[in-house]
């Protein structure tokens, strides 16, 4: 076999395994395996931009999820939990910064780490990375955790929601809470339930609307460029979806089926994301980042589970 058709074998069995994401065949969890046996075993082109189109798709769903969110109560999630949402960031940062200290990690690394569990994962990384002028292999390494962590996320909280009997609502506002990426936030929700998909995205996007002040604040510390802060846009678009959705009602039907649509996009997301998770990867950056990562995604975990059962 030519060289030339190893890579159309590649193209073609890895665009034909995505379109089968698109398809109410595959669920989440299910997507991302299959990307990650993949990468692992050496099918993904050479030529696809994992990071590129993941970014873009996963901008274009969460947009349209928000035509399925019903405006009061959006305000209602977001404004009941603002309290819990502000605590997890900060008690996440400083906990984050302790142990970067203490474990003798690199303090970059380990604050692009602890911002990517505080906020949402990818993009807060890459939002407080050029701040803070971190390196290549600093924002690879801290993304590397990250992925590896929403990909567990994705099997370990239905099941520990199931086990406890978490309602919709609390299982949204948890998953929330305590997921670092966006899409895994929204895959472990949708696997819990659609209400807890629509509590789910509301109250982690206001979440990420602390991607802007976090990443000035980080400037100012690390002494970096405050001009390169990027402002994720999908966001804004995602509130303009809800107020349409809200003020002309009369579209129901297309927004029923946007929100469906965008939710099977989302399951190609995470195909994406798992083709750019290998084992290899992740040896290559040693134990610390990832324990450290780990670290807080526990105590954020457990410490928010436990205020929401309790209160």
């Not at 789910?200 to 990420?208: M, Q, S, Y």
Request: hydrophobic share 55%; glycine share 8%.
């Amino acid at each position: 076999m030519t060289n030339l058709s190893t890579t159309q074998y590649k193209m073609w069995l890895f665009v034909a395994v995505g379109l089968l994401c698109l398809t109410p065949l595959i669920s989440s969890p299910v997507a991302l395996l299959m990307g990650f046996t993949l990468a692992s075993i050496g099918l993904v082109p050479d030529s696809i931009d994992l990071g590129k189109w993941t970014k873009k798709l996963l901008a274009y769903s969460i947009v349209g999820l928000g035509f399925g969110i019903n405006l009061p109560e959006a305000i209602d999630a977001s404004s009941n939990n603002l309290g819990l949402i502000v605590g997890s960031i900060f008690f996440t940062l400083i906990l984050g910064y302790g142990l970067t200290r203490l474990m003798g990690l690199d303090s970059k690394t380990g604050h692009l780490i602890s911002c990517g569990t505080a906020i949402c994962g990818g993009s807060a990384i890459a939002a407080v990375a050029p701040a803070i002028n971190a390196k290549n292999d600093q924002i690879a390494v801290s993304l590397a955790c990250v992925f590896l962590l929403n990909s567990i996320a994705l099997f370990v909280f239905p099941t520990i929601g199931h086990a406890l009997q978490l309602s919709q609502y609390d299982f949204g506002v948890w998953s929330a809470i305590a997921i670092h990426d966006t899409s895994s936030v929204v895959g472990a929700a949708a696997a819990y339930g659609d209400d807890a998909l629509k509590i789910a995205t509301t109250v982690k996007l206001a979440r990420a609307l602390w991607i802007i002040p976090i990443a000035l604040l980080s400037a100012i510390a690390f002494g970096g460029d405050k001009s390169k802060i990027t402002i994720p846009f999908f966001i804004l678009f995602y509130c303009v979806a809800i107020l349409v959705a809200y003020f002309i009602p009369q579209g129901q039907p297309v927004y029923n089926l946007l929100f469906a649509v965008s939710k099977q996009v989302l399951v190609l997301c995470l195909f994406l994301i798992g083709a750019a998770i290998t084992v290899k990867k992740m040896r290559a950056n040693g134990p610390k980042p990832l324990l450290l990562g780990v670290l807080l995604w526990f105590a954020i975990g457990s410490s928010s589970l436990i205020y929401i059962v309790t209160f």
